[in-house]
């Protein structure tokens, strides 16, 4: 019985706002008439999102897509606000955009461990373990750090060669 007085519900608001509508074109009143159609396309989305064929955030999101065409002056400062800001930060990235380079001594096995984040004399199948799950999240393919994937390879080397010699 719900269901039927929503859906009636639905229909009379949707009748309400078609004849609003059908004024405004009538008047030639582009703005009421384009305030109506979002109306109308707010009150489609919602009966989506109550009867379950749409995900009630996916209806939020198309709801607010007539109001999105104000941003349109906001998108033409963009130029102005990226210009600002790379002159802002022209000098402070200089230094980052080279990796730096590891010591020429190499790595310690007290290094290597602080690396892969284990405690000193873990066991083989630890050191790959740790190795594979943190190159998982830094590699260079995953949008990760070319230099922290290189630290954890040798870190890994150090410690399983060490371990074989």
Same mark, same amino acid.
């Given at each position: 019985?719900?269901?039927?007085?929503?859906?009636?519900?639905?229909? @009379?608001?949707?009748?309400?706002? %078609?004849?609003?509508?059908?004024?405004? #074109?009538?008047?030639?009143? $582009?703005? /009421?008439?384009?305030?109506?159609?979002?109306?109308? =396309?707010? @009150?489609?989305?919602?009966?989506?999102?109550?009867?379950?064929?749409?995900? #009630?955030?996916?209806? @939020?999101?198309?709801?607010?897509? *007539?109001?999105?065409?104000?941003?349109?002056?906001? %998108?033409? %400062? +963009?130029?102005?606000?990226?210009?600002? @800001?790379?002159?802002?930060?022209?000098?402070?990235?200089?230094?980052?955009?080279?990796?730096? $380079?590891? *010591?020429?001594?190499?790595? /310690?096995?007290?290094?290597?461990?602080?690396?892969?984040? %284990?405690?000193?004399?873990?066991?083989?199948?630890?050191?790959?373990?740790?190795? $594979?799950?943190?190159?998982?999240?830094?590699? *260079?393919?995953?949008? =990760?750090?070319?230099? &922290?994937?290189?630290?954890?390879?040798?870190?890994?080397?150090? &410690? +399983?060669?060490?371990?074989?010699?």
């Amino acid at each position: 019985m719900l269901i039927v007085l929503g859906v009636l519900a639905a229909l @009379l608001a949707a009748a309400w706002l %078609l004849r609003g509508a059908s004024r405004a #074109w009538q008047r030639g009143e $582009r703005g /009421t008439l384009l305030a109506v159609v979002a109306a109308l =396309g707010a @009150l489609a989305l919602a009966a989506l999102a109550a009867t379950g064929r749409m995900h #009630w955030l996916g209806a @939020l999101a198309a709801a607010f897509i *007539p109001f999105l065409r104000r941003i349109g002056s906001l %998108l033409r %400062l +963009l130029p102005l606000v990226s210009s600002v @800001l790379k002159g802002a930060r022209a000098g402070s990235s200089a230094g980052h955009r080279q990796t730096p $380079r590891p *010591p020429k001594g190499g790595m /310690t096995r007290a290094e290597a461990f602080g690396v892969l984040g %284990l405690a000193e004399g873990a066991s083989e199948r630890e050191i790959m373990e740790s190795h $594979r799950r943190l190159m998982q999240r830094v590699h *260079p393919d995953r949008g =990760g750090s070319a230099f &922290l994937a290189q630290q954890l390879n040798e870190a890994r080397r150090v &410690l +399983l060669d060490e371990g074989k010699a």
